[in-house]
């Protein structure tokens, strides 16, 4: 222990000594000074309190006397054990940690936010990490930009122009510590009135999000073509969110004429707008890339979101917005006083793996790793067609699995689960519980090949699925 904080009331009727000793010994008491622990010295505590060595040495003395602590001889004084003191009661904080959250053993985890770990470019990151980390970048240490520094901002509007089609200025960008984090700023600065559509099914911490902060969401269906936008005129709302490049969960793009026919219906409305959650467009395998809505909208209708969280890691909790040049005044009166939520070190290693060349590099290298994996699955799982089939394997690190049985998808899901086999059904994405075939999400980012295949294998045996073509002899 460096030191012990005490509010010494001076103007109080009980001595000063009385008052450290029973600080010190309540916290004992409550197990907050484990057995063991080192207090400070005496001659510390006098300094840090501000009081004189004497009153010190009353207070250990008395904690001596009653055997809370014990002096060892030329080291200091140290916490005793006091269960063997009668006459306290120990009123230990006791947290009891949920059944739930204790760790059920998993053996393959299908769950779909794991990324690949195994090809992160350690040594390139490792360099940027020890370049920051010099004397001559001393004002790292002080706050830095509130909307995240200008020399990562700039990256990204570089990096959004060229690989997104997004237009805008670094000073559009905010950066934030995640998308579940930059949320709750976008909706102070949407006002009290908005309403927001969310599709569905769709990504939960979304609906969390709005559905804590705003009161109600309305949910909008998903089908071949994306978010149903003639449904969502028939609505209220006047914010949509939408992942239109790969929607979650289901993995399909926004068609064409949905996606004009939404930037019609926001700018049908000043009120209205538009989020468009760009968060793993990286990895598309087949087709042309997919513009984003940012770069289409001509009315400044769009919010752009993204993050790192599937390109780089999901720890290193960097997100972003771009917000239309009529939103940027409203945030920056809002939240003057915020500082930015992301570490500036943090920041600067990334910035300067952007500026050379390092994550154009790491995203290449990724996205033909990622296609393997999505190419070994989906193979793989052909081999179980007719009652397996799949959709969404177009992009990103998950797809959809559907299982045509007439089994219910809640006695797949616990058999997978009790099999040790970590899944997600589709349900648990819906707001509207509509029939459909149980459908399940496979995530595989944080799985090799081998694991793939031994994964599928065990989760079909376990639901009692055989592959249509036996082996020739
Ligand atoms: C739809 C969607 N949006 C955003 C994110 C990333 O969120 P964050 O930046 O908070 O990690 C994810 C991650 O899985 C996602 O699935």
Known sequence: MDMIFIELQKNSNMPLYQQIYNQIKQDIIDGKFPVGMKLPSK??????????????????????????????????????????????????????????????PVHYDFS???????????????????????????????????????????????????????????????????????????IRILGKDAQYAIEDPGYLMTRHVFSENNGQTIPIAVDQEGLDVKALQRTNATIAYVTPSHQFPTG??????????????????????????????????????????????????VIY????????????????????????????????????SVPRIDQHILARFMADGQFSRHLNRMRKIYRQKMYTLTEYLTSYKPIVTFSGDEAGMHILLHIHTDRTEQELLEQALQAGIKIHNLHTYKVIQTRSVPSFLLGFGGLSEDDIRTGVDTLFRVWNIKKATAPTQ
């Open 43 to 104: 001659r510390q505590l006098e300094d840090f309190l501000g009081v004189s060595q004497t009153t010190i040495e009353m207070a250990y003395d008395q904690l001596t006397a009653e055997g809370f602590i014990a002096a060892e001889p030329r080291k200091g004084y140290y916490v005793q054990a006091i269960e063997e003191l009668s006459y306290v009661q120990p009123t230990k904080n006791t947290l009891s940690i949920p059944t739930k959250m204790l760790n059920e």
């Open 305 to 340: 979101l993204s993050t790192f969280t599937k390109s780089l890691m999901p720890s290193m909790r960097i997100a972003y917005m771009v917000l239309p040049p009529r939103l940027l005044e409203t945030y920056r009166q809002a939240f003057i006083p915020y500082s930015s």
């Open 112 to 186: 779909a936010n794991s990324i690949d770990t195994e090809h992160f470019p350690f040594t390139a990151w490792r360099k940027y990490a020890r370049d920051v980390m010099d004397p001559s970048n001393a004002h790292l240490l002080l706050l830095g930009d509130p909307h995240g520094d200008f020399e990562l901002r700039q990256e990204i509007a570089r990096y959004l122009y060229h690989s997104r089609g997004v237009d805008c200025v670094p000073e559009q960008i905010i950066v934030g510590s995640g998308t579940e984090q930059l949320l709750p700023l976008l």
């Open 252 to 301: 399909t793009v926004l068609s064409a004429a949905r996606r004009t026919a939404l930037l019609n219906w926001a700018t049908s409305n000043s009120e209205f707008f538009i989020i468009e959650d760009d968060y793993d467009s990286e990895f598309r395998y087949r087709g042309r890339p997919i513009p984003s809505l940012q770069g289409m909208d001509k009315g400044e209708k």
